[in-house]
């Protein structure tokens, strides 16, 4: 499959999931092992302080990380997070919001990744590290 057409087939993937569809979640670029996606900042995600929702920025990197994790798992039913754990080192602000994430270690039924959520400006806004399941089909096709 051509790098086009497994972005395109992620796209539609998340297209299936209401939340990452109502949070805006765009991926911008996947790699073996890697993910970029990016989301729009409106107003209504954002908190008392004007900035981005914590809640907000590690939806964008769960997705992000799971992302991740899946490019290596293509024909799995899909990823789900074991755990993770996200440290907020600035405030998300501006129009979007990146999210880079990265698989550390692969394995047949768990993978570590990790990733970052930055502004547009390249600002440092979150790091997140985690853990995910893959979702393999049993045999009887589930």
């Known amino acids: 499959m051509s790098a086009e057409a497994k972005l395109q087939y992620t796209r ?18 996947l790699g073996e092992g890697s993910a970029r996606l990016t989301m729009a900042l409106p107003r209504h995600f954002t908190n008392s302080l004007g900035t981005a929702h914590g809640g907000v920025i590690m939806s964008l990197l769960d997705v992000a990380l799971c992302t991740a994790a899946r490019t290596l798992h293509p024909e799995s039913v899909g990823v789900v997070t ?5 440290s907020f080192i600035g ?3 501006g129009d979007t919001l990146i999210a880079e994430a990265r698989v550390l270690k692969d394995g047949r039924s768990m993978t570590f990744v990790e990733g970052e959520a930055k502004n547009a400006d390249g600002s440092l806004v979150a790091k ?3 853990t995910v399941r893959v979702r393999h089909k049993d045999a009887k096709g589930g």
Not at 12 to 29: C, K, M, N, S, W
Not at 82 to 86: A, K, P, R
């Open 12 to 29: 539609d993937y998340q297209r299936r999931i209401p939340f990452v569809e109502h949070l805006g979640l765009v991926t911008e670029a």
């Open 82 to 86: 074991v755990d993770m754990s996200t």
């Open 91 to 93: 405030g998300g602000s």
């Open 128 to 130: 997140a590290i985690g």
